[in-house]
T-cell receptor, first 116, second 116 residues
């Protein structure tokens, strides 16, 4: 069974703290993604990675950074958390675009982050 | 520019009613994929279906059916005889092309509430 896991389901942090959200997949996928989900806005891509140590900005990268040191792990970092980063964060992974299951993304359960 | 629009923000039906969720997309690509995902209250997005742009055959899977019409750029999703367990947020998505990164463009989501 394919699996994407996220380190926490719920997280409460204070303004200014550095926050790490971890995502691990066991499907040997090359591509990994971080989204945030807010009511009425759908899923917005923050960053994605198509290989180890490779990363690209998504639609809303400001205030975030990422790290991918190993193929199975993709970390999202909030350098200095702010209240407007209170949101649901979803991690996903997928095979390369030319693979048989092209573009199908597998999602983790999400982390609901509250910044106070 | 590529875009996915789910005009219905929320839909409420009574159990056993049929319901159709609309999805309209914009793309200039000739090759693309369309997806539907379900997000139950637990939070994890679950893959439902993928269609490629060359296959306009409608698909049925149990109580679920999908109507893909390139002429109107629509990929609508119908649930027949809805059940309470169908209550969820449903997302339509479009593959971003050309891309080797497997990025998806998501609609804003439609919240479906099925009342007993």
């Amino acid at each position: 069974d394919v699996k994407v896991t996220q380190s926490s389901r719920y997280l409460v942090k204070r303004t200014g703290e550095k926050v790490f959200l971890e995502c691990v997949q066991d499907m040997d996928h090359e591509n990994m993604f971080w989204y945030r989900q807010d009511p009425g806005l759908g899923l917005r891509l923050i960053y994605f990675s198509y290989d180890v140590k490779m990363k690209e900005k998504g639609d809303i990268p400001e205030g975030y950074s990422v790290s991918r040191e190993k193929k199975e792990r993709f970390s999202l970092i909030l350098e200095s958390a702010s209240t407007n980063q209170t949101s649901m964060y979803l991690c996903a992974s997928s095979s390369p675009a030319l693979a048989r299951s092209s573009y199908e993304q597998y999602f983790g359960p999400g982390t609901r982050l509250t910044v106070t | 520019a590529q875009k996915v629009t789910q005009a219905q923000t929320e839909i409420s039906v009574v159990e056993k009613e049929d319901v159709t969720l609309d999805c309209v997309y914009e793309t200039r690509d000739t090759t693309y994929y369309l997806f539907w995902y379900k997000q139950p209250p637990s939070g994890e997005l679950v893959f439902l279906i993928r269609r490629n742009s060359f296959d306009e055959q409608n698909e049925i899977s149990g109580r679920y059916s999908w109507n893909f019409q390139k002429s109107t750029s629509s990929f609508n999703f119908t649930i027949t005889a809805s059940q309470v367990v169908d209550s969820a947020v449903y997302f339509c998505a479009l593959s971003e092309n050309p891309s080797n990164t497997g990025k998806l463009i998501f609609g804003q989501g439609t919240t479906l509430q099925v009342k007993p």
